[in-house]
């Protein structure tokens, strides 16, 4: 059952396919949500797809939120994240970008591992309290009320450096049915940048990621080590 007293106000920047499935959960989940963009059409489209309850400039989100999603291309996120510093100190911002091109075996990390996204938001921004979170998933398991698969909620992991917005990034996730999955500091937002990168991939190929992925209590006879 969904914990009402912890709804809180999201603020939207973006108005792609991220935004407009995760601010539908969201949504869904009883958040109150504002989407703002740069093209005031744009926002207006995704806060009717969302089912917002509002809509704005990027700014106007970015002070309306007590928790902040940067749902922009990878390339300008830390840009973004620099003209709004002063409207982000304090507020948690949420993470979810990709940092991916096309490669000759399939998409590669634009960053090249040395740092994250994340971690150039967090420079860029100083006193905001950011959280890598909700990119590893395709957009589209976001529309997914409550997801669950093979009879367990959906993990979603996060890496952070701030307890208070590790806090409510759980409480966030919680909110969608789904299970907090706690991955460290900042500082491993690459490794779930990478697994983003990789998973796409393998998912291009046609092939299905969550198959290299068993767990070692699966194997018969297996023990801790």
Do not use: N, Y
């Amino acid at each position: 059952m969904d914990d009402r007293s912890k709804h809180m106000r999201i603020g939207i920047l973006g108005t792609g396919a991220m935004a407009t499935a995760l601010g539908a959960a969201w949504v869904r989940a009883g958040h109150d949500v504002l989407v703002g963009g740069r093209d005031t059409e744009a926002a207006s489209r995704t806060a009717l797809l969302t089912g917002a309850s509002g809509l704005g400039s990027l700014a106007e989100a970015a002070a309306f939120g007590e928790a902040v999603l940067i749902a922009v291309p990878a390339s300008v996120a830390p840009q973004l994240a620099e003209e709004l510093a002063h409207l982000l100190a304090g507020r948690t911002v949420i993470d979810c970008t990709v940092p991916m091109a096309p490669g000759e075996d399939g998409p590669v990390l634009t960053t090249g591992g040395a740092t994250s996204v994340a971690r150039l938001i967090a420079d860029a921004a100083p006193g905001a309290h950011v959280v890598k979170a909700f990119g590893v998933c395709h957009e589209s398991i976001w529309t997914t009320e409550r997801p669950t698969f093979e009879g367990s909620p959906l993990a979603v992991p996060f890496c952070t450096d701030e307890p208070g917005a590790a806090t409510r990034v759980a409480e966030i996730i919680t909110s969608m049915g789904c299970t907090p999955l706690p991955c460290g500091g900042l500082d491993r937002a690459a490794l779930l940048e990478a697994t983003a990168v990789f998973a796409i991939g393998v998912w291009w190929s046609g092939a299905e990621a969550r198959f290299a992925f068993p767990a070692p209590a699966l194997a018969p006879g297996a023990v801790d080590d």
